[in-house]
């Protein structure tokens, strides 16, 4: 019989959670709420005595200095409770975390069957409240739809003694596993096929799959393992296989670019080729320090000696649009398994994010499943579970808002791990498969979440039928699968590592067949979550938390014994061969026998018409505006702007000092509370070395350009890493695209040419700027589609596309942290300079944005020029002639000025017309201009020789000194004091807009 323990904080201690509910009631729906208690249900399906979970409550779920619990409902005054829970199937983490803890307590395990569920009921006093709100409040802050269910009661509907009663959300599924034979006798039929099942298979490639399996060799070698037409679960498995998510078809297709300006035509055969692989290749050559590229999970540079750091990058966007929390701590738990994925794994030492997301204060037509407020909120906190819970930290992380993504939500996020540069005397990169190894699934098991959309297709819906495409990342289940993984790479147990992330087994095992040219995999002995799935399911299901290895056979005994030392269940699922073969079976039966040289042979390429419109003909022109009257107001005014203002709310939910690596913090200055340029970690403690790693998003820019966007975005990023102490010579890159469907089509995607171009001139860039500023590309991803569509006030559909957006990161090693540096300045006296030139580049500016405008003086990147200054920077920091240094970005000159004040508590006296600057006559130009290349750093007196010798012949400028005085005071171009501010002002005004959130 099911029992229940019901747990809250004593009454006279904070409900911290109840608070913030009672917050954002207020916030979102202007709804008052005086008090909300938070109970947590421990609901219990197992056979124990009630000794035993009287036991259980004291002793595992009650701490006695600050909880009261009860076997009972527990009597808290309301006037209204929602209960919220999980729909059956979705991951409950800490039911999974109870069951461990109970099996440790009883010293037995559970049974099969039993298990232990968590919800929480929240009990709301406030006058006024209606069922309305009740439910207003459940519905659209409590719970998410797709993966809980809730229910709200009254007093009337309450019973003291029952409370809510037992609800069960277990999966029981009536249904029998069977394989499907599909008919392929037409391209139509295959067409319909793909429609039916979510398949999204490329038209082009219809026929292929077609072609394959009517050849007679084929379907000879097939009737001997009893198969004829294709199964379902080798239909699926292409469909993975061939998605743009995993074969990567859009960045490998052929682009006919043309341009209108020029008038000319070109193709491009293969985007990755051309301008990411090549580039690359040719930079490996050069510099001895890139270790690993292109193949695997993550990219690998050398560290020391000793080490090798990975780092990669990707991104989650559609997942968190439709599950907030869900979708990002499966992404940013997804992301840490491609490190300990790479080579023979990896140590995971740091993790970042980029969140781009619709204003937080949207209040128009158009409606999202989530409103922007609730969807970053979600966002911040998945990420920040994943992060927290895993013991990594998330020293750096940028927000962006822009009503392009209210469609669709950009969530991105990086992974960096560090290895031995050697296991046993072999490369730490290097892995293979030998036919005879085992393949063995490490970690959780499988169930429906993750099936591309379908729940259960084949099953009746009921209330105990799985939530299917909504996965819940286990920070838990995973840290102990990566402690155990290490442990049994620095024992030599594993021949091959890889993750099972897109596509599940079918993406883990399909490509590391390809090193051994082969595999047996018996289906029916993968663990599940619960029974009743199809073959197919098991197969491309992308259940979290599970590795795929590799092992020799002689080495099991050991493996499987620390695996259990770890608590991970791991299991053989099958053997890898040198048949040329996938072949699946289940409970002998053969359920799919597949060339593996059909997906790297077979398909054709994809086709992409591009059509170059420059800015002027699609009619963009530089806007006039007025010559502002009080810059003061206007600094201000810029200061608290979105995308411009401070962001400490969102940093300081994340953990930066777990492992106690931290150099550089994410919030800097002298009251901790300015922005960082970037991260500076040292994941070997007894090395002086360190890692830099800086991030940049700019996607604005690309409305004029997309060349442009993605030149100042690496530009932006590299000069982050420069400002704290980066050597330019030793940074590596990462690439994550997001963009809107390239796919011309009149009627859903009339745009779709100059989509198309766009990509094209970013990819053209990415390689301009990498072979100029000497930056290998470590890894990289395209994330297409960033399209959605959103009903309106009435009903009607609107089709909103995000912007063209490149997140670009840096890393690199850094000799000696001891010489890295801070932006805030620092001693009254010091001189103030402007390295780098300022022109008439407000295009795309925060400052045009703020006048409704976009422009068209987008800013240019001179790579050649700007590569020679940032080395000589890279200099003054090592030899020690600076006192602190920080990049000009959004919002421009004025911005940062006050940025660097506000982070010394110091001020600082410039003057206008010693900013080096070209055709420039108006102050609010040279103020907000976001020209590329530049930087404010302060000097000591005693150093200000030394550093302009070294500068000579570069653009920079001593433009003002650091005053005691805590204010900046700018005199403009002709002589007069155009703004005075004290940093006290400057602050309130840039910590407004999110300062309540902190």
Same mark, same amino acid.
């Given at each position: 019989?099911? /029992?229940?323990?019901?747990?809250?904080?004593?009454?006279?201690?904070?409900?911290?959670?109840?608070?913030?509910?009672?917050?954002?009631?207020?916030?979102?729906?202007?709804?008052?709420?005086?008090?909300?208690?938070?109970?947590?249900?421990?609901?219990?399906?197992?056979?124990?005595?009630?000794?035993?979970?009287?036991?259980?409550?004291?002793?595992?779920?009650?701490?006695?200095?600050?909880?009261?619990?009860?076997?009972?409902?527990?009597? #808290?005054?309301?006037?209204w409770? $929602?209960?919220?829970?999980?729909?059956?199937?979705?991951?409950?983490?800490?039911?999974?975390?109870?069951?461990?803890?109970v099996?440790?307590?009883?010293?037995?395990?559970?049974?099969?069957?039993?298990?232990?569920y968590?919800?929480?009921?929240?009990?709301?006093?406030?006058?006024?409240?209606?069922?309305?709100?009740?439910?207003?409040?459940?519905?659209?802050?409590?719970?998410?739809?797709?993966?809980?269910?809730?229910?709200?009661?009254?007093?009337s509907?309450?019973?003291?003694?029952?409370?809510?009663?037992?609800?069960?959300?277990?999966?029981?599924?009536?249904?029998?596993?069977?394989?499907?034979?599909?008919?392929?006798?037409?391209?139509?039929?295959?067409?319909?096929?793909?429609?039916?099942? !979510?398949?999204?298979?490329?038209?082009?490639?219809?026929?292929?799959?077609?072609?394959?399996?009517?050849?007679?060799?084929?379907?000879?070698?097939?009737?001997?393992?009893?198969?004829?037409?294709?199964?379902?679960?080798?239909?699926?498995?292409? =469909?993975?296989?061939?998605?743009?998510?995993?074969?990567?078809?859009?960045?490998?297709?052929?682009?006919?670019?043309?341009?209108?300006?020029?008038?000319?035509?070109?193709?491009?055969?293969?985007?990755?080729?051309?301008?990411?692989?090549?580039?690359? *290749?040719?930079?490996?050559?050069?510099?001895?320090?890139?270790?690993?590229?292109?193949?695997?999970?993550?990219?690998?540079?050398?560290?020391?000696?000793?080490?090798?750091?990975?780092?990669?990058?990707?991104? @989650?966007?559609?997942?968190?649009?439709?599950?907030?929390?869900?979708?990002?701590?499966?992404?940013?738990?997804?992301?840490?398994?491609?490190?300990?994925?790479?080579?023979?794994?990896?140590?995971?030492?740091?993790?970042?994010?980029?969140?781009?997301?619709?204003?937080?204060?949207?209040?128009?037509?158009?409606? %999202?499943?989530?409103?922007?407020?609730?969807?970053?909120?979600?966002?911040?906190?998945?990420?920040?579970?994943?992060?927290?819970?895993?013991?990594?930290?998330?020293?750096?992380?940028q927000?962006?808002? @822009?009503?392009?993504?209210?469609g669709?939500?950009?969530?991105?996020v990086?992974? +960096?791990?560090?290895?031995?540069?050697? $296991?046993?005397?072999?490369?730490?990169?290097?892995?293979?498969i030998?036919?005879?190894?085992?393949?063995?699934?490490c970690?959780?098991?499988?169930?429906?979440?993750?099936?591309?959309?379908v729940?259960? !297709?084949?099953?009746?819906?009921?209330?105990?039928?799985?939530?299917?495409? #909504?996965?819940?990342?286990?920070?838990?289940t995973?840290?102990?699968?990566?402690?155990?993984?290490?442990?049994?790479?620095?024992?030599?147990?594993?021949?091959?590592?890889?993750?099972?992330?897109?596509?599940g087994?079918?993406?883990?095992v399909?490509?590391?067949?390809?090193?051994?040219n082969?595999?047996?995999?018996? +289906?029916?002995?993968?663990?599940l979550?619960?029974?009743?799935?199809?073959?197919?399911?098991?197969?491309i299901?992308? !259940?979290?938390?599970?590795?795929?290895?590799?092992?020799?056979?002689?080495?099991?005994?050991?493996?499987?014994?620390?695996?259990?030392? @770890?608590?991970?269940?791991?299991?053989?699922?099958?053997?890898?061969?040198?048949?040329?073969?996938?072949?699946?079976?289940?409970?002998?039966?053969?359920?799919?026998?597949?060339?593996?040289?059909?997906?790297?042979?077979?398909?054709?390429?994809?086709?992409?018409?591009?059509?170059?419109?420059?800015?002027?003909?699609?009619?963009?022109?530089?806007?006039?505006?007025?010559?502002?009257?009080?810059?003061?107001?206007?600094?201000?005014?810029?200061?608290?702007?979105?995308?411009?203002?401070?962001?400490?709310?969102?940093?300081?939910?994340?953990?930066?000092?777990? &492992?106690?690596?931290?150099?550089?913090?994410?919030?800097?200055?002298?009251?901790?509370?300015?922005? !960082?340029?970037?991260?500076?970690?040292?994941?070997?403690?007894?090395?002086?070395?360190?890692?830099?790693?800086? /991030?940049? +998003?700019?996607?604005?820019?690309?409305?004029?350009?997309?060349?442009?966007?993605?030149?100042?975005?690496?530009?932006?990023?590299?000069?982050?890493?420069?400002?704290?102490?980066?050597?330019?010579?030793?940074?590596?890159?990462v690439?994550?695209?997001?963009?809107?469907?390239?796919?011309?089509?009149?009627d859903?995607?009339?745009?779709?040419?100059?989509?198309?171009?766009?990509?094209?001139?970013?990819?053209r860039a990415?390689?301009?700027?990498?072979?100029?500023?000497?930056?290998? +590309?470590?890894?990289?991803?395209?994330?297409?589609?960033?399209?959605?569509?959103? %009903?309106?006030?009435?009903?009607?559909?609107?089709?909103?596309?995000?912007?063209?957006?490149?997140?670009? =990161?840096?890393?690199?090693?850094i000799?000696?942290?001891? /010489?890295?540096?801070?932006?805030?300045a620092?001693?009254?006296?010091?001189?103030?300079?402007?390295?780098?030139?300022?022109?008439?580049?407000?295009?795309?500016?925060?400052?045009?944005?703020?006048?409704?405008?976009?422009?068209?003086n987008?800013?240019?990147?001179?790579?050649?020029?700007?590569?020679?200054?940032?080395?000589?920077?890279?200099?003054?920091?090592?030899?020690?002639?600076l006192?602190?240094c920080?990049?000009?970005?959004?919002?421009? *000159?004025?911005?940062?000025?006050?940025?660097?004040?506000?982070?010394?508590?110091?001020? *600082?006296?410039?003057?206008?017309?010693?900013?080096?600057?070209?055709?420039?006559?108006?102050?609010?130009?040279?103020?907000?201009?976001?020209s590329?290349?530049?930087?404010?750093?302060t000097?000591?007196?005693?150093?200000?020789?030394a550093?302009?010798?070294?500068m000579?012949? /570069?653009?920079?400028?001593?433009?003002?000194? #650091?005053?005691?005085t805590? &204010?900046?005071?700018?005199?403009?171009?002709?002589?007069?004091? $155009?703004?005075?501010?004290?940093?006290?002002?400057?602050?309130?005004?840039?910590?407004?807009?999110?300062?309540?959130?902190?």
């Amino acid at each position: 019989m099911p /029992q229940r323990i019901e747990v809250t904080l004593k009454e006279q201690l904070l409900d911290a959670e109840g608070q913030s509910l009672c917050v954002k009631a207020k916030n979102y729906f202007d709804i008052d709420l005086h008090r909300v208690r938070t109970i947590h249900i421990v609901t219990i399906d197992a056979d124990l005595t009630p000794d035993q979970t009287e036991t259980i409550r004291t002793e595992i779920f009650t701490n006695p200095v600050t909880q009261v619990s009860s076997l009972r409902p527990l009597d #808290v005054d309301f006037d209204w409770i $929602i209960w919220v829970g999980f729909r059956p199937g979705v991951r409950d983490n800490p039911g999974a975390t109870a069951v461990e803890a109970v099996e440790d307590l009883l010293r037995s395990p559970l049974k099969p069957g039993e298990a232990i569920y968590t919800s929480k009921r929240y009990c709301l006093k406030g006058n006024g409240i209606s069922r309305r709100d009740a439910e207003k409040i459940a519905g659209e802050l409590l719970a998410n739809d797709i993966i809980q269910q809730w229910a709200v009661y009254d007093r009337s509907q309450w019973d003291p003694a029952t409370g809510i009663g037992f609800i069960i959300p277990k999966v029981i599924l009536d249904h029998h596993p069977e394989v499907a034979t599909l008919s392929i006798d037409s391209d139509d039929t295959l067409t319909r096929l793909s429609e039916e099942r !979510s398949l999204s298979l490329n038209p082009n490639d219809i026929p292929t799959i077609r072609s394959y399996f009517l050849k007679p060799e084929v379907q000879r070698q097939r009737r001997q393992v009893s198969l004829s037409d294709p199964t379902d679960v080798e239909l699926e498995y292409l =469909s993975q296989a061939r998605s743009d998510h995993c074969n990567h078809n859009t960045f490998g297709g052929r682009f006919t670019y043309r341009d209108l300006e020029s008038g000319k035509t070109e193709t491009i055969d293969s985007l990755f080729k051309t301008y990411i692989q090549g580039p690359t *290749l040719e930079l490996k050559a050069r510099k001895e320090w890139v270790v690993s590229v292109l193949w695997d999970n993550a990219g690998v540079g050398r560290f020391d000696r000793d080490h090798n750091y990975v780092i990669t990058g990707e991104t @989650h966007n559609s997942p968190s649009n439709m599950e907030a929390y869900g979708g990002a701590i499966t992404g940013i738990v997804g992301i840490y398994r491609d490190p300990m994925g790479t080579g023979k794994g990896s140590r995971l030492i740091m993790g970042s994010y980029g969140y781009c997301v619709g204003p937080r204060d949207y209040d128009g037509d158009l409606q %999202p499943r989530l409103h922007p407020k609730r969807l970053l909120d979600g966002v911040i906190e998945g990420v920040r579970d994943g992060g927290n819970k895993s013991g990594i930290p998330t020293p750096f992380g940028q927000v962006m808002f @822009h009503p392009g993504y209210l469609g669709k939500c950009l969530v991105f996020v990086t992974a +960096l791990g560090i290895m031995p540069a050697e $296991i046993n005397g072999e490369p730490s990169d290097q892995k293979t498969i030998l036919p005879g190894d085992l393949a063995v699934m490490c970690g959780g098991r499988v169930g429906k979440d993750g099936i591309h959309g379908v729940t259960a !297709s084949s099953a009746t819906f009921s209330a105990n039928t799985p939530a299917g495409h #909504v996965q819940i990342g286990d920070p838990y289940t995973q840290k102990k699968m990566h402690d155990f993984l290490i442990d049994a790479r620095d024992e030599g147990l594993i021949r091959f590592i890889t993750d099972n992330g897109g596509g599940g087994l079918s993406s883990s095992v399909g490509e590391s067949a390809l090193f051994s040219n082969g595999c047996d995999i018996q +289906l029916d002995k993968v663990p599940l979550k619960y029974d009743g799935l199809d073959q197919w399911e098991i197969w491309i299901s992308e !259940s979290q938390e599970r590795m795929t290895v590799a092992i020799d056979p002689d080495h099991l005994h050991r493996f499987m014994a620390l695996s259990r030392q @770890h608590e991970v269940e791991s299991t053989v699922i099958g053997t890898y061969t040198d048949s040329g073969k996938i072949h699946i079976t289940y409970n002998g039966a053969t359920c799919a026998y597949v060339d593996l040289d059909l997906l790297t042979s077979a398909f054709p390429q994809w086709e992409f018409e591009a059509v170059w419109r420059p800015p002027a003909l699609r009619g963009l022109t530089e806007p006039v505006v007025g010559v502002p009257e009080d810059f003061a107001g206007l600094i201000l005014d810029m200061l608290a702007r979105p995308n411009v203002c401070s962001k400490e709310w969102v940093c300081r939910q994340y953990d930066h000092e777990v &492992q106690g690596t931290s150099v550089i913090k994410p919030l800097v200055g002298a009251a901790r509370d300015v922005p !960082s340029d970037a991260a500076v970690i040292r994941p070997v403690l007894t090395s002086e070395r360190g890692l830099v790693f800086s /991030q940049a +998003l700019i996607p604005m820019y690309s409305a004029i350009d997309a060349y442009h966007m993605t030149t100042c975005t690496i530009d932006e990023a590299v000069r982050r890493a420069i400002a704290v102490g980066g050597d330019p010579d030793h940074l590596g890159g990462v690439d994550n695209f997001c963009w809107p469907s390239v796919q011309y089509d009149a009627d859903r995607n009339p745009d779709g040419k100059h989509k198309a171009a766009g990509l094209v001139r970013s990819c053209r860039a990415l390689k301009t700027m990498c072979m100029a500023y000497g930056i290998p +590309l470590l890894s990289g991803k395209d994330s297409m589609y960033v399209d959605g569509h959103l %009903p309106g006030r009435y009903g009607e559909s609107h089709k909103v596309s995000a912007l063209e957006t490149l997140q670009f =990161s840096v890393a690199g090693v850094i000799e000696d942290v001891g /010489q890295c540096l801070t932006m805030d300045a620092k001693v009254p006296g010091d001189l103030v300079y402007v390295v780098g030139l300022t022109r008439n580049e407000l295009g795309g500016s925060e400052y045009y944005e703020l006048f409704g405008e976009l422009g068209l003086n987008v800013p240019v990147v001179d790579p050649d020029g700007f590569a020679v200054c940032y080395r000589l920077m890279a200099e003054a920091v090592r030899k020690g002639l600076l006192a602190s240094c920080h990049g000009i970005y959004r919002g421009g *000159l004025a911005v940062h000025l006050a940025l660097v004040a506000m982070a010394g508590e110091t001020g *600082l006296a410039v003057n206008l017309k010693r900013v080096p600057s070209d055709g420039i006559d108006r102050d609010d130009t040279l103020l907000f201009s976001e020209s590329a290349g530049r930087f404010i750093v302060t000097v000591a007196p005693e150093n200000r020789d030394a550093f302009d010798r070294l500068m000579a012949g /570069q653009t920079a400028a001593c433009v003002g000194r #650091v005053t005691r005085t805590p &204010q900046l005071k700018i005199d403009g171009m002709h002589g007069k004091c $155009i703004a005075e501010l004290t940093v006290e002002q400057m602050k309130s005004a840039w910590k407004g807009p999110f300062g309540d959130l902190i």
